[in-house]
């Protein structure tokens, strides 16, 4: 059976048409060539006939949907910004119309009660404060233990929580975040840091998911914690210190102009000659920071 005819560089120069000439040197230039060469490396091997004339509404929904489907069984909120990216970019691509709604996405997920082995609703803030404050919650009907969501999505920030529990997490917060700020550290190598010393897979290293006494566990490790050359990450202060820098203007880009942080991370990778894949700003060096600054700088111009 013949393989189809490569289309994704078509529809770059379809949606770059759109977009306008200049539309290759945006920040979501990267984003969108990652979507569609994805969208065409699907097709092989589900449709080996298909030409972009035949791309249709019910191919771009299936392919979507085989997306979500995988997202759904370990989700993240970055995931999440992708897949809603991906939305965009194939209805502007191929003149669609699809909806995140036509999609379970955002439909709840299981989430059960480790004290009750009850199986949590999914409730309005409204109901657990008697306002709104925040996003939809997870709550247990049995016990009222709760947990909220990552902004804009059904994914729980971690496991539900009752009252004291809820106390001794904020605790961890105040007193992690003290500590790594202190020494200098990122939240990133703070949370590796953390990670090492529970004896935890990083996954799990979330201080959302701790149970009440693995909180009791963090305070004990973070009262001890004398900050050692053992405990420093095994990077300079000056490295640090651009890691940050290139964090803030990349979300300050973001929130400033409305861009997806994730396709907008994609885009300055792809500027840097790096894999969009592999690319984190914590393996820059000071000179890779420095161009990735000077590239945020162009964009705000």
Known sequence: ??????????????????????????????????????????????????????????????????KVATFRLNPTQKDHSFITFSIRILNETFDMDIADSETNINEPFKVVCDKCNTEAKYVDSSVIYGRKRGGMRYRCPVCGAHVGTHDGTSIPLGTLADPELQKYRKYVHTYFDKMWKENGWTRTEAYKWLSEKLKLPSEKTHIAMFDLATCKKVLA???DNKKTESDTPDIDNETLKYHKYVKYYLSKLCKDYGYD?????????????????????????????????????????
């Not at 969009?276 to 914590?282: A, G, L, M, R, Y």
């Open 1 to 66: 059976m013949r393989k189809n005819k490569r289309f994704d560089y078509a529809a770059i120069s379809v949606l770059c048409s759109k977009k306008g000439e200049n539309f290759n040197k945006t920040k979501e230039f990267g984003g969108a060539r990652r979507v569609l060469t994805g969208f065409y490396k699907w097709t092989v091997n589900k449709y080996p006939e298909l030409t972009i004339q035949s791309i249709n509404r019910e191919i771009c929904l299936e392919y979507i949907r085989s």
């Open 221 to 223: 490790i973070l009262g």
């Open 261 to 301: 942080l994730s396709a907008t991370t994609d885009w300055l990778a792809t500027n840097l000659s790096l894999p969009v894949d592999d690319f984190k700003i914590e393996n820059l060096n000071v000179s890779m920071c420095k161009r990735a600054l000077a590239i945020i700088g162009d964009a705000r111009k």
